[in-house]
């Protein structure tokens, strides 16, 4: 990190140089606070959209919603960007705001602790100390691969890798390739791994629901259109914020009839493209759609009817040597094997030792599951913000939606402290409040009443990751900091 000075206090130091880390830091320059620094433990900047390079990654919401509101780009090639674009963006975004010198990549949080005597941060990184009055964490849910506990995973004989680490060395052309998963990292990968492999064996646990996709290229003559009328991609922007938004008016976080009616659309879709009845048998979904993540893809159907694919519903048993071995003493012979079987979310939290105020551990404090008050601050957490914090996942709409209300009501807190405050901690009596709220809201939500189990829920069964409402009800309740729900030291 160019300038980085051990003996430096800084304003605030962010973690992450994804959408969020990236986001905040560009807002808290233009609000002149400083000095910040960023610290990413990867080789560079774009935090999941630098991670996941499998063939076939690309954003499943619309460029011109995906991306940040005062960072716009005019010329997004496609109606849904591929990952290259997202990552170029990021980087490009990056290095035009001025961020890259306060930047330090291949640094690691180790962990943080509140010194109460010195009213700061000391974060332990793998390159030593930083002091800073205000952490910020812009570190995302997605990026702790979970790979499967079945066993003999590790004596595989093959190449084996997690879609977020891709082995772009491995030959996969003309082999036997099986994929475990059918998650939004499967239907993505899976059509391009079928045009590639000799034989591509699918292993679905859970059919998933997939509407169509209608990607197209924007062309030329839009996007000369967008660059000199920015009016025209702000009007675009909007419109397809309200079209996603709509779900989430109409009640989509709850199983209703508009769940009846856009499984209607699935089934539709799926009867279209596939037309075997005992394959279409397979791939029909036994959940209540938006329990899980809703798929698009136009692809995915299509390449399971290759003749070189195969889509294999039996329980896996074991990972042998050779293959995958499932309950009925198969063994799908494989050279080499890919697990799209996502990520740890809910305990990801406890890989990182976040300590607070008198010694209290983040993870002692999420005991009872992870929770924030407007899923950024925790009570006994003086000056320290989260992104993408407990609970305010979106199923419906763009992420960076909310990363643009949280960065603004992080930057109230960080304002309290430039006007003198030496902390800012959210008051207990708040966060119990507004955690009960949310967590009332999701008892009937379509995440816990659906039929499935997915990555919006803990170990209990709670969901801690998703928010149950519009965009816009949290951002009546989040984007300004109530200075009433916090105390200032
Ligand atoms: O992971 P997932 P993902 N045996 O957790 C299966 C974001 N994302 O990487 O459904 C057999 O959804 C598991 O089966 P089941 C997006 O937020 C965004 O695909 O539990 N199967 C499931 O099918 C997304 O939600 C984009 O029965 C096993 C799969 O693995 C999130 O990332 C693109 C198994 C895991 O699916 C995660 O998606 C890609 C076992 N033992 C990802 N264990 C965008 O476009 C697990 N599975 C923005």
Redesign the pocket.
């Known amino acids: 990190m160019s300038g980085a000075d051990p003996e430096e206090i800084l304003a605030v130091l962010i973690v992450g140089a994804g959408f969020s880390g990236i986001a905040m830091a560009i807002r808290c320059r233009q609000a002149g606070i400083g000095p910040i620094r960023v610290i990413e433990k990867g080789a560079g900047i774009g935090g999941t959209w630098r991670e996941?390079t499998y063939p076939g990654?690309?954003?499943?919401?619309p460029s011109h919603l995906?991306s940040l509101s005062f960072a716009p780009k005019t010329d997004w090639t496609r109606l849904y960007a591929g990952q290259p674009e997202i990552e170029a963006y990021l980087r490009e975004t990056a290095e035009r705001h001025g961020l890259t010198p306060l930047i330090g990549l291949e640094t690691t949080l180790l962990g943080a602790a509140w010194d109460e005597a010195a009213g700061l941060w000391r974060a332990q990184t793998d390159r030593g100390t930083i002091r800073a009055r205000a952490i910020v964490s812009g570190t995302g849910g997605?990026h702790h691969p979970?790979y499967?506990?079945?066993p003999g995973r590790e004596s595989f004989a093959g190449p084996s890798f997690h879609?977020?680490a891709w082995d772009h060395g491995a030959d996969l052309d003309g082999k036997r390739v099986g994929v475990?998963?059918?998650?939004?990292?499967?239907?993505?990968i899976v059509p391009e791994l079928a045009a590639r492999a000799g034989h591509l064996t699918l292993?679905?646990?859970?059919p998933?629901w997939i509407m169509p996709k209608n990607d197209r290229p924007i062309p030329a003559a839009a996007r000369a259109r967008y660059r000199r009328l920015p009016v025209l991609r702000r009007l675009e922007r909007a419109r397809l914020f309200w079209l996603h938004e709509l779900r989430a008016l109409f009640g989509f976080t709850k199983v209703s009839k508009l769940t009846d009616q856009a499984e209607a659309i699935a089934r539709r879709h799926l009867k279209k493209a596939v037309p075997d009845p005992a394959l279409r048998a397979k791939l029909t979904p036994r959940y209540r759609l938006g329990c899980?993540?809703v798929l698009i893809s136009d692809a995915y159907y299509p390449a399971l009817q290759r003749p070189n694919v195969t889509v294999e519903t039996g329980?896996?048993a074991r990972i042998t040597r050779a293959g995958v071995a499932t309950a009925d003493g198969t063994v799908h012979a494989l050279d080499a094997l890919v697990y799209?079987?996502?990520?740890d979310v809910t305990g990801g939290f406890r890989r990182v030792e976040i300590v607070g105020r008198g010694g209290l551990r983040l993870t002692e404090a999420w005991a009872d599951g992870m929770q924030a008050y407007q899923g950024i601050t925790v009570a006994g957490f003086p000056n320290y913000f989260m992104l993408v914090g407990p609970n305010t996942?979106l199923g419906h709409n763009s992420i960076t939606a909310m990363i643009e209300i949280q960065v603004r009501h992080v930057l109230d807190c960080l304002r309290a402290l430039e006007r003198g405050a030496r902390t800012i901690e959210v008051r207990p009596e708040a966060q119990a409040r507004f955690v009960a709220g949310v967590r009332g809201r999701l008892d009937d939500s379509i995440w816990v009443a659906g039929g499935?189990?997915?990555?919006y829920l803990d170990a209990q069964g709670r969901n801690t990751t998703l928010w149950p409402d519009s965009v816009l009800a949290y951002r009546r309740s989040a984007r300004r900091a109530r200075l009433a729900d916090y105390r200032l030291g």
Not at 180 to 188: E, L, Y
Not at 203 to 206: A, D, H, Y
Not at 340 to 343: H, I, L, Q
Not at 452 to 455: A, D, E, L, Q
């Open positions: 996941n990654a690309a954003c499943d919401v995906y997605l979970a499967p506990d079945i879609t977020a475990i998963g059918t998650g939004a990292s499967a239907v993505q292993f679905q646990r859970t998933p899980k993540r329980t896996i799209a079987t996502g990520f996942g499935c189990r997915s990555w």
